[in-house]
């Protein structure tokens, strides 16, 4: 069907997690539109937080797609340069992730206070579990890059980590932003 | 095979300036950080979820390179959103709802004020 | 592609060891005979757990040799056992991931599956999941009673249901599969998408191939949902979250929807492989070109489709607005017609062929004739107005065994028995074959007729003892005859496992196309070696042109070159 197989089986990944998160999204708004009274919760979380890794993620991503940029113009040290980039990206990512969560943690919003809290932490924990996944492919990918091997790998793990970027820009208003 | 290699070299044929995509999309990324604050309802849903739509087609269009990829990938993507709509359709009736013929929901809305994390 | 040549590869990988060739192989035959030999093991328990229970039923209270006297949980548990294993650890692995890992490179031409690691961490997944399962009869409290569909609150809250390690251990392992069965299922598709031999247009692909794909797909589509609610699921276990508890909040309904958005599909996926299985058993044996090729596939997919709509009609008595039962009556009721359209494209198959009553013909055969009643009777419960009266009695249960039976069992008989020569090399008995044919079709309905009667009769499932209901005493002697029922064909059963062992080693030489059929795995060697083709195989025609006029022979194989004067593929001894 001319797609490289690499490729391919990366959009079959990405499609099953759609209806993952769709899965666990769906029934948060739904539970959402039913409570009013969640917004007062969602009005502890930081917004500035938020933004702030919204903003790091979307910067990761254009490093994502840079380092595909230079894989494909066949310059593999520079594409794994940018992918060690991306990789901090998703690492400052966690670090300001686990200074919210102890913060609110420590405030008492654990995940049993109430079911906004719940779905707050299993979602971005989920979230945040596909963020690791991808930076240590990502750090994989960058170690054959750099020797200028199977350079397409930079594009397949680029597709996957722009998706968990897409996943966190619903999160980003779903949780933060709708008070 | 030789379908493998046309597919292969898209990239170079054509150019996003990926900066400005990543630009435009912080500009979007303040807007909805901004949009709240008016306190109108309508507006802040708008810059939320509005935004976050137009945010999401960006990084797939052109970072995911729908825009070049095969049609039918986009197709894909497009029929497993479609699903999820369908199923939280076939669900919000029954999660909407607080109670039915001979039943209703226990739990209460904490009144305004109360609730929050002190347990 | 001569006799020298492949017993030549055939000596070519002899030199690894045991482990390296059996446990750690990425060769897509090995995997599949992995997923093989462990849905079959694991079938042992399904089977062992139903009887234990059935004899319960029957002799309520008594010893159960084997097992000793049951309780109350243990009935649960068992139920619950036999359940899951069925149709996660049994027609799952069997129908999918076996018979998907052996055939699908076969049948495409090509050497293996795109990403063999990823295949063999699949089947390690697998392996862990089902470990994991069997693990959860040994923890405190024992292994989970709440039914496979684990609702909540009685799955979520270790008070109601008593068994704090067996829910969550039995949560994780079903997760643990999905997430295997998610890695084959995108192995699959990359592979029939992208790797299929010189020659093979879409449409030249066989129909088993095509069916394993599209329920890879339907699986990829649907199980999303219930994994995040498996992990909503786990937090409330045992992280104090309340997602499926309306105490905070929650709604247990939504577990329900989840479950089913994903389970309905899944009687599909499980569905459309066993379909795909029987049109290529009934096409070598009558002689006859599939009827209407394209139209099966257009009627799969949109089978596909449609399951995505139904799910809600598990729900009718769950409290669920009544505007949506009304629209998932309809579209249970469309779904119906889609597969009475296949069945009559099978019936149309058979006609005017010339019909060879092989063992895996007369499965076959049994398939649509037990899958026929097992339809039928799903008309009764997909309208909300019956189904009130139905739901959850034993008519829903027999209901959906005449699916499941067929599916898993008959259906996997006919693969099992088709491809055994190409598996092993070697021939099964034809006798105890028959033997063991009659003797299951046979004791399997003398099973579960008697179980609609009891259905209509007001015999709820998941009942632990029926003593307990005087009222309903005068259908006792309908469940001591299901249960002498399930005896016999327990009793059937070591017949096959004798022919299926005694055949790998001493059964007839089989050659390489036995069944002189025509699709690609039958150009191979039987067994194939590693790297399956001698010479690669060119496609030159769609896989069921049999009784070709104008030929000598009356088959006429997809990798034969269309002007050769020679006979179609020399057997290759
Ligand atoms: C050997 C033939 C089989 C017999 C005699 C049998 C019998 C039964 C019986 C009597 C029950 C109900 C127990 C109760 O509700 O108290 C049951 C439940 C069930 N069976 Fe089977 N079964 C057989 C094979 C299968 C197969 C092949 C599958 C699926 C592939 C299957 C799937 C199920 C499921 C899903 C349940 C429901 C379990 C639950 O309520 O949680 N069974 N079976």
């Known amino acids: 069907m001319g797609l490289p197989t690499g490729r391919l089986a990366v959009w079959w990944v990405v499609a099953s997690e759609i209806v993952i998160f769709g899965g666990i999204l769906g029934s948060y708004v739904m539970f959402r539109l039913s409570h009013d009274s969640w917004a007062e919760q969602a009005a502890v979380t930081n917004t500035l937080a938020g933004a702030f890794n919204t903003f790091v993620l979307l910067t990761s991503s254009l490093t994502a797609v840079l380092a595909h940029q230079a894989a494909e113009r066949g310059d593999g040290p520079r594409a794994a340069r940018l992918l060690h980039f991306t990789v901090l990206g998703g690492l400052t990512f966690l670090i300001v992730k686990a200074f919210e969560w102890t913060y609110e943690i420590s405030h008492g919003y654990t995940i049993g206070s109430n079911l906004f809290w719940s779905f707050y932490y299993v979602a971005a924990g989920l979230h945040g579990l596909h963020v690791i996944v991808g930076m240590i492919i990502m750090l994989f990918v960058a170690r054959t890059a750099k020797r200028n091997e199977e350079l397409h790998r930079v594009e397949n793990i680029g597709i996957y980590w722009h998706f968990v970027d897409l996943v966190w820009i619903f999160l980003f208003p779903l949780l933060y932003i709708a008070k | ?119 | 592609m001569s006799a020298h040549a492949a017993s030549h590869a055939e000596h070519g990988h002899h030199e690894q060891g045991f482990v390296r060739k059996y446990l750690l192989s990425t060769d897509h035959k090995v995997i599949g005979l992995q997923y093989l030999f462990t849905g079959m093991l694991m079938a042992l328990i399904g089977g062992f757990t139903v009887y234990v229970f059935r004899m319960q039923l029957a002799f309520p209270g008594e010893e159960v040799p084997l097992w000793g006297r049951v309780t109350a949980a243990q009935y649960n548990a068992l139920v619950t056992t036999h359940g899951s294993v069925m149709i996660f650890w049994v027609a799952m692995p069997v129908l999918i991931a076996a018979f998907g890992n052996f055939l699908i490179p076969l049948m495409l031409g090509c050497d293996d599956m795109v990403f063999p690691r990823l295949n063999r961490l699949s089947y390690q997944l697998f392996l862990l999941s089902a470990l994991i399962l069997i693990a959860s009869f040994f923890v405190p409290g024992g292994p989970f009673g709440g039914a496979w569909t684990a609702y909540p609150p009685l799955s979520a809250d270790p008070a109601y249901n008593a068994t704090p390690w067996g829910a969550t251990l039995w949560l994780i392992a079903v997760a643990l599969e999905f997430v295997a069965f998610l890695l084959g299922g995108i192995n699959f598709i990359t592979t029939a998408m992208n790797s299929r031999a010189p020659g093979m247009k879409m449409f030249d692909v066989p129909i088993v191939i095509w069916m394993i794909v599209l329920a890879s797909l339907v699986f990829m589509a649907s199980v999303g949902p219930l994994i995040a609610g498996a992990i909503m699921l786990l937090f409330d276990q045992r992280f104090g979250t309340g997602f499926f508890n309306p105490a905070t909040g929650g709604d247990p309904v939504l577990w329900q929807h989840l479950f089913w958005f994903f389970g309905h599909p899944e009687v599909y996926v499980v569905l459309l492989p066993a379909l795909g299985i029987v049109a290529e058993v009934m096409t070598t044996f009558s002689r006859k070109k599939l009827f209407a090729y394209r139209t099966v596939i257009f009627t799969a997919i949109a089978t596909s489709i449609i399951s995505f709509f139904v799910w809600a009609h598990h729900q009718f008595v769950a409290g669920i607005d009544p505007r949506m039962a009304g629209l998932f009556t309809v579209t249970t009721l469309i779904i119906s017609v889609p597969i009475a359209e296949m069945m009559f494209i099978y019936i149309a198959t058979l006609y005017g062929g010339s019909i060879r009553f092989t063992t895996p013909m007369l499965w076959a055969l049994a398939f649509i004739a037990e899958f026929l009643i097992g339809g039928v009777t799903g008309i009764y419960l997909g309208a909300a107005g019956s189904d009130v009266y139905f739901h959850d009695t034993y008519f829903v249960l027999a209901h959906f065994h005449y699916t499941f039976f067929p599916i898993a069992f008959i259906a996997t008989f006919a693969g099992l028995t088709y491809w055994f020569p190409k598996m092993f090399g070697r021939m099964m008995d034809e006798r105890l074959g028959k033997i063991h044919f009659w003797g299951t079709i046979i004791a399997f309905n003398v099973i579960f007729i008697p179980l609609f009667l009891t259905g209509a009769g007001g015999d709820h499932r998941r009942i632990f003892d029926y003593s307990l209901f005087p009222e309903l005493a005068g259908l006792q002697g309908l469940r001591v005859l299901a249960t002498i029922g399930l005896l016999v064909l327990i009793a059937f059963q070591p017949i096959f496992i004798y022919n299926f062992i005694n055949s790998m080693f001493r059964g007839k030489v089989a050659g390489a196309n036995p069944w002189r059929a025509n699709t690609l795995e039958w150009a191979a060697p039987s067994p194939p070696p590693h790297g399956n083709f001698p010479e690669m195989p060119v496609v030159y025609r769609g896989p069921y042109e049999y009784s070709v006029e104008g030929r000598d022979e009356d088959y006429w194989p997809q990798h034969v070159p269309p002007d050769d004067p020679k006979r179609p593929a020399e057997q290759v001894a």
């Open chain 2, 1 to 119: 095979m030789a379908e493998h290699a046309t597919a292969h070299a898209h990239g170079e044929t054509h150019h996003t300036n990926y900066v400005k995509i990543w630009a435009i999309l912080l500009v979007l990324l303040v807007v909805s950080v901004v949009g709240p604050e008016f306190g109108i309802r309508t507006v802040t849903l708008i810059t939320a979820f509005g935004v976050a739509i137009v945010k999401a087609w960006m990084v797939a269009h052109y970072f995911m390179h729908l825009n070049i990829e095969k049609k039918w990938v986009v197709y894909i993507m497009v029929i497993m959103l479609a699903f999820m709509l369908a199923m939280v359709g076939g669900i919000s009736p029954d999660v909407l709802k607080h109670d039915g013929h001979n039943w209703e929901k226990l739990w209460e809305e904490p009144a305004p004020g109360a609730g929050g994390g002190a347990h």
